[in-house]
């Protein structure tokens, strides 16, 4: 899946995860899509939370290699 911005939360625990995606997000344009990578298995439930939060799409959740992928498309 194509993205406009990549941010590697790999080694960090929550919050972090979160927070490094919402400073990611912010210089995205509306539609545009952001990959989050984390190794913090919380990440699935507090991602799922943020995104609808902030009327961001989750479009897919991976795991690759050890850690997870989020795909989010940025909401108005």
Same mark, same amino acid.
């Given at each position: 899946?194509? &993205?406009? !911005? +990549?941010?590697? !939360?790999?080694? +960090? !625990?929550?919050?972090?995860?979160? #927070?490094? !995606? ?5 210089? +995205? ?6 990959? +989050? ?9 507090? &991602?799922?939370?943020w ?9 897919? #959740?991976?795991e690759?290699?050890g850690? &997870? ?8």
């Open positions: 899946m194509e &993205f406009q !911005a +990549l941010v590697d !939360a790999k080694g +960090l !625990a929550c919050p972090m995860p979160v #927070v490094k !995606a919402k400073k990611g997000i912010e210089g +995205l344009e509306t539609g545009e899509i952001l990959l +989050l990578e984390t190794t913090d298995r919380g990440s699935l439930k507090d &991602f799922q939370g995104v609808k939060r902030t009327n961001h799409e989750l479009l897919k #959740v991976e690759h290699e850690f &997870f992928r989020f795909y989010v498309k940025k909401g108005e």
